[in-house]
């Protein structure tokens, strides 16, 4: 069997109290020359200064302090410069050596002899001048300077002074290290994120750039860093290099910030890839952006960048892609537009070239000269001639708000409103432009076919008819005129139009399609006049029906009726077609006559029961007749016959729908859009029936098409949106994480998961998603508000104000401005906070809460009366509002005794008919101890039959107030009507086992608080009150163990009278057990209590009884008990023989002097009851 080997060189976790200890106790046994090594944050170094300071009064402290590198690295020159003027000093605390050695890496990185892989790892290759000279002058030191020397230095200096100064840093007296607390770590490394830019950064000097980074480095090494806060401080740190253009450094620090999985990959990524260009490194760059899109597929510069990249690697048409999808994002980039242009030159592709270059240099322009006229109305074009048609309508709209007299700019609006389907929006634009240059013939044109397609063909032929007036070969304009016509049923001219149109422009398609058409429509007149002729002297059955088809093609449903029924009649030798019948149905139907529609489909199935088009068209007007289960079979058959049928399955859902199988209709609508996904019925109609489905369904549907296909984004996000309304948080999460691996950058998915790890109080996890969440959309109210929120609960209130104000500017929201308030409370802007509390409540007057909020601001503004008023009203919302009513307490204070007689006066002489008030009258009594008048308030609130809630807290503050007046079975008798009204009240049951121990009901108590217990286990009251009531039924050592637990709860709420209430229950306890050294620490622990309390000696208890007890187990030969506690005969020798002066004699002799030592039966009293 192999030994187990140890490393004993392990280092041990830190405890930060007894490094502190060792450090005091080196300084102050430091006599002449020494040296101690302290490595710690520069906050913590503060930190400990001043504690040492106020510790170690005797000792005169100095301190020398570098905010940047020491001239020449002579740290000695200093030092000795520092006493000159210091002379009597016993401690020097040294801070800020570190600049020097970040300068020295600056200086080899920038020379090039120390390479980034180098600095990272410590290299011993060279010395920094600073460590050359300490190593040098060791000795001088020691015989010039007779003082302790604490040197205060991050991780990262203490690693340069072993490695590279071993001389001097071996004459250290100690290494000490004192780590910093979470919080400061994570409040100091999110100062230090949100302090700077890389646009800051080019405009530091080096010296800035170097505090920096040594704030950087120092947080960096903190062993309480998260991987996700190193991560983010190693992409700044990279920002820094790349601003001193040390890329080599910056491309490093990227990497580390990658390998640690940076939440912020793409834009790391992307300033990586920046960095290997600026190398002109270009494959490695083009790998580097390529993966940055991976994870944010529309970041702007990144797919600039990669653009700019590709022309360098001649691969110009993919240039161009990653081009055009920056230019989708922002049109308004002149980057991409010339990196576009130079693509296209290199192509030999010179016309679009040199339209992008316009563009390019029109986008530049406006951005130094925004109101340059020609420059917008070219971007515009030109923009619209690509097809760029929303970038195109932006500067239009820009250039006519300038100057609303430009036609042409009125025109090339239309034309753009036009492309994006704003009919109505174009045809005002075509006005305007008309209206200033009337005999412009391609508006005219635009205008008649805008016209055109808005149906008003009268209007558009007009226009179209000037339009040719104007100029005569205007192919367009033809062809348009022909549509005009067409829509009106005058074909022949149509086809004339058309025909002109194709003679001027032959290779013109769309006259061609028109000229189909217009002939099929003469081909139907042609054949109705064909039948009408036929029919004039024939009844023929089949001449009637063929004429009803044509009428239905022609949408004249009537005549097409009255044709089917003249088919149908003349029939005498045989039967009707079910055709027949089924079209007469399909005509009725359109008509709007469902009844008739459904007797004409009868007559189909009678002929053919097998006719599937009339089953599913019978089924669709019964639907219309809001007949839905006679609908269902209609349609049930129809699918039997044909199961792929689409329309059938849209019009079951819809039956399905309207009978309340919500779920079902769905899947049916879903099934009809598998067969055909263009069919818009059901698109619409699954949007009205899933708004019906219970989250219960919801959550089925969601889960059953999750198996059918585990990546459908648009499933999960909805199932996750379900769960979260359903505040099913944790599960919604996990849904959101699923979705976002799907579609990472998705807007609404990164919000609602930030949402939900806020709800659930993982604020820094859900900081992190929000901020990516604000950067997809920056023009989302809710994303700031939710990360204002996130912020707020972080203490990051000046922060969550900037997010507050940005969503506003966005939405105006009660809530958020609530939230704003309460943050400007916060920081102390109370006048400001009331402008926004006075703003949420014109918007919502009944929030309690920031009723209460404003008062607050009030309060500490010391407008104290206005603050009442708020107060007051907060608990005239909400009675049960606790802070409103401490926030009351801390005004009356204030007052003068006739001012709070007065307020008290003239509101409990008042009178109401609203139970909000007997309730808050009640309290108030409460609040003053008059416990009978608050019983008859109550009284009155219950006779009133409040809602369920309220009578809950009134019962309960009626059983309260009888538990004060000594009534505790009226108080039993309450509490059971609260406990029945809601079960879970847990201080109810907590209180009723306070009223049975008061009547000696102590096994019944014992059941009720170990009910309160199961409902919350950190409730020290249930504790004590269950210790109280075993203590009585004689159960010591189960009453031991429920006191101990009392007291370790109180002392976490840091309870010190109830600790004393609890400990002198314990002491009588142990006592009665017999263990001595428990009384003994329970003893001591009582006084210390009363030391802390400030209670005088006189007006403390008798302890003697402890004391003597122990004389009396010797007198009953119960050595044991004296011998299981050696510590007491130490304790006893130090206080009778040694120390007798000492405050323990005291505090032992006056204990020893009090009363006799009397014998009584345990009796355990209940704890306070909770209000």
């Not at 055109?452 to 104007?470: C, P, Q």
């Not at 009585?1032 to 209430?1061: P, V, W």
């Not at 030391?1091 to 044991?1120: H, M, V, Y």
Request: aromatic share 12%.
């Amino acid at each position: 069997m192999r030994a187990q080997a140890f490393d004993w060189d392990a280092k041990l976790p830190v405890n930060p109290s007894e490094e502190y200890r060792a450090i005091v106790r080196s300084i102050r046994r430091s006599r002449g020359f020494s040296m101690l090594f302290v490595q710690c944050s520069p906050e913590r170094g503060n930190q400990l200064i001043n504690e040492v300071r106020t510790e170690l009064p005797q000792k005169a402290i100095g301190e020398l302090n570098f905010q940047e590198e020491i001239p020449r690295g002579d740290f000695y020159a200093c030092v000795a410069n520092y006493f000159k003027s210091n002379a009597k000093i016993d401690v020097l605390f040294v801070q800020g050596l570190e600049f020097s050695l970040l300068s020295y890496e600056r200086a080899g990185q920038a020379s090039g002899w120390l390479t980034a892989k180098e600095s990272y790892s410590y290299s011993e290759k060279g010395i920094p001048r600073l460590l050359g000279n300490l190593n040098l002058r060791r000795e001088k030191f020691r015989d010039e300077f007779p003082v302790c020397f604490v040197f205060l230095l991050p991780r990262f200096a203490i690693r340069y002074l072993t490695r590279r100064a071993p001389d001097f840093f071996d004459w250290r007296s100690g290494l000490f290290e004192l780590p910093t607390e979470e919080e400061i770590v994570a409040q100091a490394s999110l100062r230090v994120l949100s302090e700077g830019d890389y646009n800051q950064y080019v405009n530091w000097t080096q010296d800035e750039r170097d505090r920096r980074h040594k704030e950087i480095q120092v947080w960096l090494d903190e062993p309480k860093q998260t991987s996700e806060r190193k991560a983010e401080l190693l992409a700044q740190q990279a920002l820094l290099f790349f601003a001193s253009q040390n890329y080599e450094l910056a491309i490093a620090s990227y990497d580390q910030a990658l390998q640690l999985g940076s939440p912020y990959d793409y834009s790391l990524l992307s300033n990586r890839g920046a960095a290997l260009m600026n190398l002109k490194r270009f494959e490695e760059a083009l790998a580097s952006y390529d993966q940055a899109l991976l994870e944010e597929p529309e970041h702007t510069n990144t797919l600039i960048y990669r653009g700019n990249v590709l022309n360098q690697l001649k691969r110009y048409e993919d240039a161009i892609a990653s081009y055009d999808k920056a230019l989708k994002i922002d049109s308004n980039d002149h980057r991409a537009w010339y990196g576009r242009s130079y693509a296209l030159v290199a192509l030999g592709r010179y016309e679009e070239a040199e339209k992008c270059g316009t563009i390019a240099t029109r986008t530049e322009t406006l951005t130094k000269e925004p109101n340059h006229l020609e420059a917008l109305y070219m971007r515009g074009e030109m923009l619209n001639s690509i097809g760029w048609y929303t970038e195109a309508l932006e500067s239009l709209e820009k250039l006519i708000d300038l100057n609303s007299e430009y036609p042409f700019a009125w025109f090339q609006k239309g034309f753009s409103l036009n492309e994006l389907g704003k009919n109505e929006e174009a045809v005002l634009a075509y006005n305007e432009a008309l209206k200033q240059k009337p005999d412009q013939a391609t508006a005219l044109n635009n205008r008649g076919k805008t016209l055109n397609d808005l149906g008003r063909y009268e209007e558009a032929l007009l226009n179209l008819e000037r339009a040719v007036e104007l100029e005569p070969n205007y192919s367009y304009a033809w062809n348009n005129q022909g549509v005009s016509l067409l829509n009106l049923g005058r074909y022949r001219e149509a086809l004339q139009c058309f025909d002109q149109s194709i003679e001027l422009s032959p290779g013109y398609s769309v006259p061609k399609n028109n000229r189909k058409t217009a002939l099929e429509k003469l081909l139907l007149l042609e054949k109705l006049e064909y039948y009408n002729e036929l029919l004039a002297n024939s009844s023929n059955a089949e001449a009637w029906f063929e004429k009803g088809l044509v009428l239905r093609d022609l949408q004249r449903y009537d005549e097409a009726i009255e044709a089917y029924d003249k088919a149908i009649a003349a029939r005498s030798d045989s039967e009707p077609t079910s055709q027949e019948w089924f079209q007469k149905g399909y005509a009725l139907d359109e008509s709007g006559h469902h009844e008739a529609a459904i007797l004409a489909y009868d007559k189909a199935l009678e002929i053919n029961p097998d006719d599937q088009g009339s089953l599913n068209n019978r089924g669709s007007s019964l639907n219309s007749l809001g007949r839905y289960g006679e609908a269902l079979e209609a349609l049930d058959k129809a699918i039997r016959l044909n199961p792929d049928d689409r329309y059938a399955w849209n019009n079951r859902g819809w039956a399905l729908f309207n009978l309340g199988n919500y779920l079902e209709a769905l899947n049916n609508l879903d099934y009809s859009l598998k067969i055909d996904p263009n069919y818009s019925s059901p698109k619409t109609r699954r949007e009205t029936v899933f708004e019906k489905l219970s989250l219960d369904e919801k959550k089925v549907y969601y889960t059953e098409r999750l198996k059918q296909n585990p990546d459908d984004f648009s499933i999960l996000l909805s199932y996750a949106n379900t769960l979260q309304d359903t505040s099913d948080y944790e599960s919604a999460i996990s849904v959101y994480g699923k979705a976002l691996e799907v579609s990472p950058n998705n807007h609404e998915a990164q919000h609602n998961y930030g949402f939900s790890l806020k709800q659930l109080g993982r604020y820094q996890e859900a900081l992190l998603v929000l901020n990516r969440a604000v950067k997809s959309d920056a023009n989302c109210a809710t994303a700031w508000q939710c990360r204002g929120d996130v912020l707020g609960k972080l203490n990051q209130h000046n922060a969550a104000i900037s997010d507050y104000s940005k969503s506003l500017e966005l939405h105006l929201s009660a809530h958020v401005l609530a939230s704003r308030g309460y943050s400007l409370n916060e920081q102390e802007r109370y006048e400001e906070a009331l402008e926004d509390f006075d703003q949420t409540i014109e918007l919502d007057s009944d929030d309690h809460i920031t009723w209460n909020n404003r008062g607050w601001s009030l309060l500490r503004l010391e407008r104290y009366y206005d603050a009442l008023i708020c107060f007051d009203h907060s608990l005239k919302i909400k009675p049960s509002y606790d802070t409103a009513r401490n926030n009351r307490k801390t005004i009356l204070e204030k007052f003068s005794q006739a001012e709070n007689l007065k307020y008290y006066a003239e509101f409990l002489a008042s009178d109401s008919d609203n139970v909000q008030f007997w309730v808050e009258k009640g309290l108030l009594l409460r609040d003053l101890n008059c416990y009978d008048e608050a019983l008859k308030a109550y009284e009155k609130a219950i006779s009133m039959q409040p809602d369920r809630e309220t009578a809950s807290t009134v019962w309960f503050q009626k059983a309260y107030a009888s538990a004060q007046l000594g009534k505790h079975e009226a108080a039993i008798a309450a509490y059971d009507q609260v406990l029945e009204i809601n079960p879970q009240n847990q201080p109810a049951w907590n209180n009723r086992g306070s009223s049975l121990i008061n009547l000696g009901r102590h096994q019944e108590a014992l059941t009720v608080l170990d009910r309160a217990i199961k409902l919350n286990p950190e409730d020290h009251y249930a504790w004590t009150n269950r210790g109280a009531a075993q203590l009585n039924l004689k159960l010591y050592a189960e009453a031991i163990e429920s006191y101990e637990k009392a007291l370790q709860l109180k002392q976490a709420a840091k309870d010190q009278q109830g600790e004393l209430q609890v400990l002198t229950s314990l002491a009588s306890l142990y006592k009665q057990c017999g263990k001595v050294q428990k009384v003994l620490r329970a003893a001591n622990k009582i006084w210390e209590i009363y030391d802390i309390l400030g209670t005088p000696i006189k007006e403390r208890p008798n302890l003697s009884p402890w004391f003597r007890d122990l004389l009396l187990f010797a007198e009953r030969g119960q050595w044991q008990s004296i011998v299981a506690a050696p510590i007491f005969w130490l304790i006893y020798l130090l206080v009778i023989v040694l120390i007798p002066l000492t405050p323990i004699w005291q505090r032992a002799h006056l204990c020893l002097q009090q009363s006799q030592i009397t014998y009584t039966s345990l009796e355990a009293e209940p704890d306070n009851a909770q209000e």
